[in-house]
């Protein structure tokens, strides 16, 4: 079974850091395109940063300056070093990939569980 699996969430005061980690796991053939979705209470979820299989990367305006994705090709893992929090980063945090896996041999978009960041003092 394919998963995505988030960690490095928490509560931090503003102006703190955090870095997520994701990881996948199962029979994986390929990774394309990673990122990091999130969804604040009773709003939309929506693209934080994507990083592409070589590396290239792009951010919501709204994180521009202050968060960092990358990844690890190896370990099949994405990270988003996030600093400079502010309560409006207050929001469930998600892990999306695009997959091809070792049983279907289709590219296929995958989720993670979300991880919960809350910055609050």
């Known amino acids: 079974q394919v998963q995505l699996v988030e960690s490095g969430g928490g509560l931090v005061q503003p102006g703190g850091s955090l870095r997520l980690s994701c990881a996948a796991s199962?029979?994986?053939?390929?990774?394309?395109?990673m990122r990091w979705y999130r969804q604040a209470p009773g709003k939309e979820r929506e693209l934080v940063a994507g990083?592409?299989?070589?590396?290239?990367?792009n951010y919501a305006d709204a994180v521009k300056g202050r968060f960092t994705i990358s990844r690890d090709n190896a370990k099949k893992s994405v990270y988003l070093q996030s600093n400079s929090l502010k309560p409006e980063d207050t929001a469930i945090y998600y892990c999306n990939a695009d997959m091809t896996t070792g049983t279907t041999f289709v590219l296929r978009n995958y989720w993670g569980q979300g991880t919960q960041v809350t910055v609050s003092s």
């Open positions: 990083i592409t299989s070589s590396g290239l990367t």
């Open positions: 199962g029979s994986i053939l390929s990774i394309n395109a």
